[in-house]
């Protein structure tokens, strides 16, 4: 393993901070070489708290969060691989930015200023994540930055036209910030040169007990939303916007994972538990809070903001302790959740959904905050 190398020092000069305050701190390291040959670096972004979050170049990858439990002792809370190896073979999104399209869009094709367009299907003859080569499998340029806020990582990616079949050329910045509240703070942006359609979200595993640490099914969520997305069999939403009272849905009191999980409820059958879009309360497109998982045994809290309109909840229902994580962690059955703040799945084909594309001169940006405490 190559040594540190300290590239930036972070602070401001806030005459009411501590000098431990001021500070964060961004290291780099190699983490290998693509299959392609594309050189990969790690990120180690450390704030004045002393969490770390690793991001990797492939994917903007999102390798470890370290924050503290109850008893101020720091444990990873993502899931992940030791080695990039796995990651290009194995890795079903972990921790990785999503795009061009985050989400399904129905049979993999949409019409855009009355043009059709094709994409991968390649879920179920429906289109995923942004396709073969999204943008979770692409190498990203990186750029530490200072910020008062804490250490921050800028990455660019510049998506050529009719990459996977998205019109346009796009060009996406996204910064991670792990700023000293010990919030991981996501800022996304893009704008194009042709219209096309974008919808970017971030997919970390989160399991607050710490990473291999069992299932997910004692956590408990709130979602701040009263309508939820249903699907079809393949995931595809129908249109509906529905009522989550009365369902397995309702999550507007904090509730275990577990508890409904397993209902004899359609939708919960069709996701084979959680793998569904709630529709967040809020106006407009407000910063709000979309969500909040609290984990007994460590004690840790996350709360998730957001100004994009939906959330995916995804129950971790396609682990089934086959993969191989970092330490040796075996991940199992629902050993991981994702919390995805995006726009509602197959907007492109839906016209009663807030809208998803993007047009030259406009601008793409959203915020996504994950803040980490503990009681
Ligand atoms: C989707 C799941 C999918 C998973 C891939 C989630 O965002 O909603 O259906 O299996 O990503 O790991």
């Not at 939708?267 to 084979?272: E, P």
Request: proline content about 5%; hydrophobic content about 30%.
């Amino acid at each position: 393993m190559a040594a540190l190398m300290p590239v930036v020092f972070v602070g401001c000069d806030n005459d009411n901070m501590s000098e431990k305050e001021q500070k964060g701190t961004i290291t780099k390291e190699p983490f290998g070489t693509t299959k392609s040959g594309e050189a990969v670096d790690i990120y180690t972004l450390k704030n004045a708290k002393g969490s770390i979050a690793k991001i990797m170049t492939y994917g903007g990858t999102v390798v470890q969060l370290m924050v503290p439990d109850k008893n101020g002792k720091m444990g990873d809370i993502v899931l992940g691989f030791d080695n990039l190896k796995d990651y290009e073979e194995k890795s079903p999104y972990f921790g990785s930015i999503v795009g061009r399209y985050g989400n399904r869009i129905g049979n993999a094709e949409f019409t855009l200023d009355g043009k059709e367009y094709t994409l991968a299907a390649n879920n179920n003859g429906q289109h995923l994540h942004g396709g073969i080569k999204g943008f979770d499998k692409v190498v990203w340029q990186a750029e530490p930055i200072e910020s008062k806020e804490g250490p921050a990582l800028k990455l660019h990616y510049l998506s050529k036209d009719m990459e996977e079949g998205y019109p346009g050329n796009l060009d996406v910045t996204v910064t991670y910030t792990l700023t000293n509240d010990n919030e991981l703070k996501i800022d996304y942006h893009a704008t194009t040169d042709k219209p096309t359609i974008c919808n970017l979200t971030n997919h970390c595993y989160f399991n607050l007990a710490g990473q291999g640490n069992g299932n997910i099914l004692g956590h408990e969520l709130m979602i701040n939303a009263d309508y939820f997305t249903p699907v079809d069999q393949y995931l595809i939403t129908t249109g509906e916007i529905r009522p989550v009272k009365g369902t397995p849905f309702d999550f507007t009191s904090p509730t275990a994972i577990g508890k409904r999980i397993d209902a004899n409820d359609q939708q919960i059958k069709y996701g084979l538990g959680y793998d569904h879009n709630w529709v967040l309360n809020k106006n407009d497109f407000e910063m709000s809070l979309a969500a909040k998982v609290y984990e007994p045994t460590s004690g840790r809290e996350m709360e998730v903001y957001t100004n994009e309109p939906g959330l995916q909840f995804y129950s971790g229902n396609f682990l089934d302790g086959t993969l191989t994580g970092k330490n040796g962690k075996v991940y199992g059955y629902r050993s991981g959740f994702c919390l995805e703040t995006q726009h509602y799945p197959d907007s492109p084909n839906k016209p009663n959904f807030p809208p998803v594309v993007l047009r030259p001169g406009q601008v793409y940006q959203t915020t996504t905050i994950y803040k980490f405490s503990t009681k």
